[in-house]
């Protein structure tokens, strides 16, 4: 049984930082895909940032380009979203997910690639 579990969350203002980590259970994740996904009140989830088995290849939303760093411990187990410069339109639940046995380094951005799912952590960004 996999289980991916978030936290980190909470409540902080306008360009502030705030760090959020993923912990991966259940299975050798050496060879997952990870990702960071977010969804606001009334908006569909979307994507945030994702991470290669190896670490090599990473991918952003253009939204979050140069404010957030995505990250993975050499165990490859557990999984960081360092957000900067915070805004309040990056409010939502975030959510971390893994896609199985991929060594490709594609660039992997729908909800319906990846297999696991975390449950979420609140994030919010007051003005």
């Known amino acids: 049984q996999v289980q991916l579990v978030e936290s980190g969350g909470g409540l902080v203002r306008a360009g502030e930082s705030m760090r959020l980590s993923c912990a991966a259970s259940g299975r050798t994740f050496s060879n997952y895909v990870m990702g960071w996904f977010r969804q606001a009140p009334g908006k569909e989830r979307e994507f945030v940032a994702s991470i290669s088995w190896s670490g090599i290849s990473i991918y952003y939303a253009d939204s979050v380009k140069g404010r957030f760093t995505i990250s993975r411990t050499s165990a490859k187990s557990t999984v960081y979203l360092q957000m900067n410069s915070l805004k309040p339109e990056d409010t939502a639940v975030y959510y971390c997910?893994?896609?199985?046995?991929?060594?490709?380094?594609?660039?992997?951005?729908?909800?319906?690639?990846?297999?696991?799912w975390g449950q979420g952590t609140q994030v919010t960004v007051s003005s």
């Open positions: 997910a893994a896609r199985r046995g991929d060594y490709s380094g594609r660039y992997y951005y729908q909800p319906s690639q990846f297999d696991y």
